[in-house]
């Protein structure tokens, strides 16, 4: 069986748009998101996973992935530790990777 792709996009909540408003727990939470992506990127299921440079209510992060269908797709992003810990909010959507230079 041939795995689907999917995207979530990440953004943060509000409150953490401020830097002053970031804590010791905040930042172990995206700590973890990121180790998170880097052990789902070794296994192959993460595709590709970034952000955006600036630091107001037009940033986001994506994460692009495989999954064996959208239940599970958003099993994965659920458990993404800065969704569970409640720093930022997830979109899943299907998604299709046309092009890439990524090797």
């Known amino acids: 069986m041939e795995l689907q792709q999917f995207i979530y996009v990440l953004r943060l909540l509000p409150e953490y748009l401020v830097e002053s408003n970031w804590t010791a727990e905040t930042n172990e939470v995206v700590g973890r998101h990121f180790e998170s992506l880097k052990i789902l990127l070794e296994q192959d299921t993460v595709i590709m996973a970034g952000r955006t440079t600036t630091m107001d209510d037009s940033s986001f992060g994506i994460v692009v992935f495989k ?29 299709r990777v046309a092009l890439s230079n990524l090797r």
């Open 67 to 95: 999954a064996e269908s959208e239940v599970e797709a958003e099993k994965l992003m659920l458990s993404d530790p800065a969704v569970a810990g409640g720093v930022m909010t997830a979109e899943l959507h299907p998604f």
